[in-house]
């Protein structure tokens, strides 16, 4: 689950960041003014209908010419060499039916700032901030460029045609190539002599509420071809686009947008960007460098959250945590703690919602309450302070993942394990009794007999009424923050700060060390 951490100074830069958390998966419509409530009244009678009537007429003609346009192409025709002569002609017929389904929701016109590259001079365009459904109204300004779209979209109706009408480069999930052969499609295309269109991208993977710049994938960056950066701003007062992973849901974000009087979008076409040698060879440099430059231009700072974190936020909030605590950088934790993350979705973040019950982060009174340790034990508190890295007093889950993988599963180990069973085993009988556990956990850590009995309960789970080895390795791996505290009761008892309880009882012939 976690890879082992080398050496102490190359554990100290994991955190930098503080307490405050940039959400970019949060948000929340505001409709509080009198104004706004008259206005959606006025709308949803006298308007709305209308728009409905105009979206779905546009929609339909658009399928039938779509329809038509495609007849007789397979979806590998489509793949194998771009449109031509009059099929071409209808893309435009096509374009010019979609951009009436978006002027009858009340796209009336779209402000574009500077000019869209030549393919052959930027043959991707990478557009970002990602935030809505909407965005494919800038796909319709731009020409219709080839999307990257998932495959499931062509099971969509009405809409897979359209899309099949970019010849759009499919991934398919199902398909173990699929990553590479999507990146081969691109280079093919991209370096072609034959007039492909451009293919389109965006970049974040998933929708965000466009208050920073979340981690580029490097996917359409591979190739190392010219990228022209393009950026999507939605200038409206209320703010009826954007949908997030918490906010709210589609349908109700798309009447409350078709009550608004007119909806302002903006484009901008920022010059292209061209990677050096050094960006050609390292595609996550080239799309960090190219996620910078947009990031400038929106005036917006970056974070590196992607969509695992968006994953981690939900099921942190099926667990009834706040949200923000799956909000960890979990790509950039990934690489240096080693972590897999159907263990931290399905492990750890449950030991985590166990352990913290005051207010999704974890106290030191919930850390002893969890642990069955009084809270004045000087080894818990030493362990809580190496979790909680800024001495908030409190630790989220990004301190605990970080703590968990640094301290307590590397000092649970086989041999620490054997060296603790001897000092609870006594007499070496080969199994712990309720009895000798109690007297040993009272004179090393002030343990009561309640708390004995509950830590002895949950190691002996089928009630035999002591506790073997693989009982005791079984509860540590489950538990291992006990590991690390007797680690560190033994520490203070070689520096004699402590006192010694094993020496009042031989384990076997020998007495404990």
């Known amino acids: 689950m976690c890879n082992n951490m080398k050496e102490n100074d190359e554990r100290a830069p994991l955190i930098e960041e503080t307490k405050e958390i940039l959400n970019p998966f949060v948000h929340r419509l505001e409709l509080n003014t009198a104004y706004d409530k008259f206005k959606l009244v006025f709308m949803s009678v006298f308007v709305v209908p209308l728009r409905v009537i105009g979206i779905m007429f546009c929609l339909l003609v658009a399928y039938v010419l779509a329809s038509s346009g495609l007849y007789g192409l397979s979806r590998q025709d489509l793949a194998a060499r771009p449109m031509s002569g009059w099929r071409r002609v209808v893309k435009e017929m096509v374009r010019f039916g979609v951009r009436g389904v978006f002027t009858a929701g009340g796209f009336h016109f779209v402000r574009v700032k500077g000019h869209q590259a030549h393919p052959r001079d930027a043959p991707i365009l990478a557009v970002a901030p990602h935030s809505s459904y909407f965005d494919a109204l800038p796909v319709v300004v731009m020409g219709a460029p080839s999307v990257v779209a998932k495959g499931e979209v062509t099971q969509v109706p009405f809409f897979a045609k359209y899309i099949d009408y970019t010849q759009p480069v499919y991934v398919w999930r199902e398909d173990t190539n699929s990553r590479q052969n999507t990146i081969q499609e691109i280079k093919r295309r991209s370096m072609s002599d034959e007039d492909w269109p451009q293919v389109m991208i965006f970049p974040e993977g998933t929708c965000t509420n466009r208050s920073c710049l979340i981690t580029f994938k490097p996917g359409a960056f591979y190739p190392g071809v010219p990228v022209q950066p393009v950026i999507i701003r939605y200038n409206n007062r209320t703010d009826s686009f954007t949908w997030t992973w918490d906010g709210p849901g589609a349908l109700k974000m798309l009447w409350v947008t078709l009550c608004q009087f007119h909806n302002y979008v903006e484009l901008e076409y920022l010059p292209v960007y061209t990677p050096n040698e050094e960006e050609k060879m390292d595609a996550k440099l080239f799309a960090s460098n190219v996620r910078q430059v947009m990031a400038d231009a929106l005036g917006v700072p970056v974070a590196d959250y992607t969509y695992d974190d968006c994953r981690l936020m939900h099921k942190a909030k099926l667990k009834n945590l706040p949200c923000q605590t799956g909000l960890i950088e979990f790509q950039k934790l990934r690489h240096r703690l080693g972590l897999n993350l159907k263990n931290v979705e399905e492990e750890l973040l449950s030991q985590y919602a166990d352990i913290a019950i005051s207010n999704g982060q974890i106290t030191l009174q919930d850390f002893a309450k969890y642990l069955g340790i009084p809270e004045s034990e000087p080894a818990l508190i030493d362990l809580f302070k190496l979790y909680d890295k800024d001495n908030s007093g409190t630790i989220d889950f990004r301190e605990y993942l970080i703590g968990y993988c640094q301290y307590s599963q590397p000092a649970n180990t ?38 004995t009995t509950r830590i002895f309960k949950q190691a002996d789970q089928d009630n035999k009424g002591y506790i073997t080895f693989e009982d005791f390795e079984a509860h540590a791996k489950r538990k291992p923050e006990y590991a690390k505290i007797f680690l560190t009761y033994q520490e203070s008892v070689k520096n004699g700060t402590r006192s010694r309880f094993a020496h009042q009882a031989p384990v076997g012939k020998e007495k404990a060390e």
């Open 414 to 451: 086989e041999d620490t394990l054997k060296l603790a069973f001897k000092l609870f085993d006594r007499g070496g009988k080969g199994r712990i009794l309720l009895d000798d556990l109690m007297k040993a956990l009272k004179a090393s850590l002030d343990m009561t007999s309640e708390e």
